[in-house]
């Protein structure tokens, strides 16, 4: 489940994250670019404690671990009869489905694994209690192969981003982006990072101006280390300058991920997007969000209705473990804006390139999506 897997459009000689046959393992993105250090989740309060402190993150990675972690959850448990395990799987529904309330397919993978492995399990109270070990084996088994499912179809659904975004962005050289929406962010190349690595993969010149993505970094620390890795080239840029760096013509297009795409278009992504997607609207240049279907949320209308994710006031306050604010001063940490659909030029997804009325192209995406998967069943 890497992107080295998919096209062969990115070395990728370490997963984001991989499942070794009984646990999980996981690049700790908390510690890049200074060192590469893998975890080994083979317990719930390890997996849920990845999700929190965003050792793991990205809307559509978030989702194919969220999967595994189910199947770690329920190892660890050891339930004796489906009667127990249903009740297991419950509580790792809410337990890992909502240790992060923002990213729509970290719930969305959760509830689908657990619905998938128990779909089979139509038996009545009497029933569930006098199975044996060798049903919740068989349970266990539905809940690896649809989590792996997932992981599969998202590295799939970043290669065709990637081809999308590729043609979309032909005339564009200088590409910005903010956070991080590359492979380690997703089960594959990427979402708006994929359009970067198809367009290096075809030999046509890019080049990459990722802002900071403050409080916690993650297009100065991971998207510029995977893109440096990769021989990309990248160049950070402050958050606040990107601004005039695209007022001054030195971007051609921005392109961004999502963690949720509500029914009109409207986008949930880290925080610091909408100030860009301002800056692009004024110069008159695209401004492209990348993301699966997977990340679109029907069930919300519009992103006033989306939840953000409040998170704790030290982030801002401190920097590489010194305190940066004067002691009495409050702050405010929102971890993720929403960027209006008018601002939006395409939202680049696996079922096509999404356009302006957002409500009936995302509509007919989504019901594309849906009948594949119907097909398939």
């Not at 908390?30 to 050792?55: H, K, M, Q, S, W």
């Not at 297991?88 to 890992?96: A, D, F, G, M, N």
């Not at 610091?272 to 209308?301: E, K, M, N, Q, R």
Request: charged share 20%; with cysteine.
């Amino acid at each position: 489940m890497t992107g080295s897997d998919v096209g062969g459009t990115i070395p990728s000689p370490t997963p984001t994250l991989r499942w070794t046959g009984d646990s999980v393992e996981i690049i700790d993105q908390t510690r890049l670019p200074a060192e590469l250090a893998l975890i080994d989740v083979r317990d719930t309060a390890t997996a849920i404690g990845a999700i929190e402190r965003l050792a793991i993150r990205g809307a559509p990675a978030l989702g194919a671990f969220g999967a595994l972690a189910v199947v770690v959850g329920f190892d660890e448990a050891s339930p004796r009869s489906l009667d127990e395990a249903r009740s297991v799987l419950e509580r790792l529904r809410t337990q890992i489905g909502d240790a992060r309330p923002t990213a729509v397919n970290l719930r969305w993978a959760v509830d689908r694994t657990i619905d998938a492995a128990l779909g089979d399990t139509t038996l009545d109270a009497a029933a569930l209690s006098a199975t044996t070990t060798s049903d919740t084996a068989a349970l266990r088994e539905r809940l690896l192969v649809e989590a792996q499912a997932i992981g599969a179809e998202d590295a799939e659904a970043c290669a065709e981003i990637g081809r999308l975004g590729r043609e979309v962005l032909a005339d564009a050289t200088n590409i910005a982006t903010h956070c991080n929406a590359g492979r380690l962010a997703t089960a594959g190349i990427g979402t708006a990072l994929a359009t970067v690595y198809a367009k290096a993969a075809a030999g046509e010149p890019v080049r990459v101006l990722a802002s900071e993505t403050r409080p916690l970094l993650q297009g100065a620390r991971l998207t510029a280390w995977e893109l440096a890795d990769a021989s990309i080239d990248v160049s950070v840029v402050a958050d606040s300058a990107m601004a005039s760096l695209i007022a001054a013509g030195e971007v051609d297009a921005v392109i961004v991920g999502a963690d949720r795409i509500a029914a009109n278009g409207d986008t949930a992504n880290k925080v610091g997007t909408f100030a860009h997607a301002l800056a692009a609207a004024d110069a008159g240049i695209g401004f492209y969000v990348a993301a699966p279907t997977t990340t679109i949320d029907p069930s919300v209308p519009s992103g006033t209705c989306i939840v953000i994710e409040q998170r704790n006031p030290d982030e801002v306050h401190s920097a590489g473990g010194r305190r940066l604010t004067p002691a009495g001063a409050g702050a405010v940490n929102p971890a993720f804006d929403v960027t209006p659909a008018r601002l939006i030029t395409a939202i680049i997804t696996d079922a096509g390139v999404l356009r302006p009325p957002y409500g009936p192209s995302i509509a007919a995406a989504l019901a594309l999506t849906r009948g594949a998967e119907r097909g398939a069943d």
